[in-house]
């Protein structure tokens, strides 16, 4: 029988940003560190949310554009400039998802398996004992346990 990694021998480290971070730096971050997501956090360093680029992009984009694609085919750089130009000091705290899973990092694998099916979330924030932020587990770390399982190398899962 395989042996079940821990939360903490599986996840990632989280990335963080407090939730005055602007658009524009949320954005910078999110290029230099490679990554979609960030996890939001207050000046204490406790969880307030995520932001990914879905995020970034509707923050951006004119509510007349997000719900009218033949709107959006008559829309020009100019006008996605502009938009761009306008929100690119929003706080991050004002575009970003509140209702993110988090699990504890003393849960199991099997529970964070069910949060991430119940959230329909592809990423979940470990937080410690007092709400900080500390990691990330996404799908595809949850997918390699169940590859493991079924005795795949980690190259195939």
Do not use: C, W
């Not at 996840?11 to 230099?32: F, H, N, S, W, Y």
């Not at 000091?89 to 003393?106: E, G, R, S």
């Not at 329909?120 to 799908?139: A, F, H, M, Y």
């Amino acid at each position: 029988m395989q042996t079940m990694p821990t939360i903490k021998e599986m996840m990632r480290p989280a990335v963080t940003v407090e939730g005055t971070t602007t658009l524009k730096d949320v954005v910078a971050r999110m290029i230099d560190e490679q990554r979609n997501s960030l996890v939001v956090v207050d000046s204490d360093g406790v969880l307030l949310g995520a932001v990914n680029a879905s995020d970034v992009i509707k923050a951006v984009l004119p509510n007349y554009l997000e719900e009218d694609s033949v709107a959006a085919h008559f829309a020009d750089q100019a006008l996605l400039e502009e938009d761009v130009e306008k929100a690119k000091d929003m706080l991050v705290q004002d575009f970003m998802n509140p209702n993110v899973p988090a699990i504890k990092l003393t849960a199991s694998v099997l529970e964070a398996a069910a949060q991430a099916v119940q959230g329909e979330q592809g990423r979940i924030v470990i937080i410690d004992e007092n709400s900080k932020p500390i990691g990330i587990l996404t799908r595809t770390e949850i997918k390699r346990v169940i590859g493991r399982l079924l005795g795949l190398s980690d190259s195939s899962a």
